[in-house]
């Protein structure tokens, strides 16, 4: 059974930084990467990363934050810097399966941007 789990997310104040991780299990994972969720808003992509290490950015987030990956243990990082309150969303976990056409997605982990 295929399972993602989330860490990371809190409050934090504009500027600052905040790592997310996501510890999948249950498979062998190709595409790993995040996404968010504001209110009231679509589900955007903020990054995704190979298992070569090719990464992807959303535009709104290039050069603050850093998507990474960990193969052994079935783990993927955001890290982000320099935090605005428009950053402020649920964000969430997705893995599509190395072999096949599934994907799946994690529980999401609430980030708050705000002084």
């Known amino acids: 059974q295929v399972q993602l789990v989330e860490s990371g997310g809190g409050l934090v104040q504009p500027g600052g930084s905040l790592r997310l991780s996501c510890a999948a299990s249950g498979s062998i994972f190709g595409i790993m990467g995040w996404y968010r969720q504001a209110p009231g808003k679509q589900r955007e992509l903020v990054a995704t990363?190979?298992?070569?290490?090719?990464?992807n950015y959303a535009d709104s987030v290039k050069g603050r934050f850093t998507i990474s990956r960990d193969n052994a243990q079935n783990t993927v990082y955001l890290q982000m810097n320099s935090l605005k309150p428009d950053d402020t969303a649920v964000y969430l976990c997705?893995?599509?399966?190395?072999?096949?056409?599934?994907?799946?997605w994690g529980q999401g982990t609430q980030v708050t941007v705000s002084s």
């Open positions: 990363v190979t298992r070569g290490g090719s990464t």
């Open positions: 997705k893995a599509d399966k190395l072999f096949g056409t599934s994907d799946y």
